[in-house]
């Protein structure tokens, strides 16, 4: 057997023997479980109604706000609006909408007040704004001669049609669908890395702490030992996100049985609105069913190979990074001065992948990101569900690995000399004048 692969099997068992790996693999599932039961009983509760009450001086504006499961409106014009005030300050009342009395119509547009302890949410303020809008613009309507009748009936809804060019139909929503699964991909990649990432980075600081490492270095090179903790390490993190997706789709198994929730696979739209006790309109679970169809188009197998090429290219960059701040530093406080340049172009591919991708995800910067390869294992899973022609993923796949193997040379560098340096936090000058040894 070969030294690496002893190595990688040294890593290995020492991280699966690991107490608290055996704890979080195992514990993990039944947390995410219960969490995710937690917040759809929390989703499901009704909060309490906030009272809000109207003081409308005008009468014109009382019957624009209608009760609902969030907020009661009380009219409440009656009452002086200092007693009201008092009301607020006593927290009998969320707010109050004071609407003083004006002799024009376009004066509410600005002398409207909600008087509260706290401010209301946007949300709200919005609502209450669109509500005094549309009588303010009916009664202007009204007072220059208008028939409001003719003005509803000659609104029109527009339902647009979605067809490709081929001819199949569509449905909206689409590109969030796709934008959703390549962000989940590339979220997965980031959160290893950075977790396993990290693990790799304390091995190697507590074997060179406990000075185990000049015993190591003495049998085997730095190069090998490095990526012999590397590749250990990602095999063990494999092998608990396996039994993590085993064992959490065996718990939401049992936890749909329990809660009587049922998927209905391979239901038709008849038996799964039967199922549902009629709850779900036939257009509903069309559309639902739609949107499954359009999702199983999708290159799924394609996807899933591009995501563990990019899965390895990307671990494997950012791991050696992690494996030589671990050899250039003492303890994990040295490291913080490292970590940042890291971690800034993981963000850096979420934040491109998120907020450019999903707006154009054949545009110059997410092709451009999607090619740079401290981005592109994000970046390209994000671009891959929109259709990218085949030679881009190539040469992203080629730029990642080949900066993996530049990245892995000049880190053997540093863990080289690193190992093996005690008792003094180096500085970039330093670790520079390392890559020249």
Known sequence: MSVLSLIIKREFIAKVRNKSFIVMTFVSP????????????????????KKVAIHDESGLFINQFESN?????????AIDIDILKEGVKEEKYEGILFIPKSEKVDDYQNNVTYISNESPSLSFVSKVELLLGDKITHINLEQSGIDLAVIDKAKADVNLSLVKADGEATVKGLNEIKIIIGGLFGYFIMMFIIIYGNMVMRSVIEEKTNRIIEIIISSVKPFQLMMGKIIGTSMAGLLQFIIWGVVGGILLTIASSVLGINAMPGAGAAEAIEATGGMISPEVMIDVQNYVSEILSLPLVSLFVYFIIFFIGGYFLYSSLYAAIGAAVDNETDTQQFLLPILLPLMLGVYIGFFTV???????????FSMIPFTSPIVMLMRIPFGVPLWEVIVSI????????????????????????????PSWKELYKWLKY
């Not at 039944?30 to 909060?47: P, Q, R």
């Not at 530049?406 to 003094?424: D, E, F, N, S």
């Open 30 to 49: 039944l947390l995410f479980v219960v969490l995710t039961g937690f917040i759809a009983y929390l989703s499901s509760m009704k909060g309490d109604i």
């Open 69 to 77: 499961e969030a907020f009661e409106y009380q009219d409440l014009s």
């Open 358 to 368: 999903m707006k154009d995800p054949h545009g110059t910067i997410a092709t451009v």
């Open 398 to 425: 080629l730029i990642l690995f080949s900066t993996f193997i530049l990245v892995v040379w000049v880190a053997a560098k540093i863990y080289r000399i690193g190992v093996l340096m005690y008792g003094k936090r």
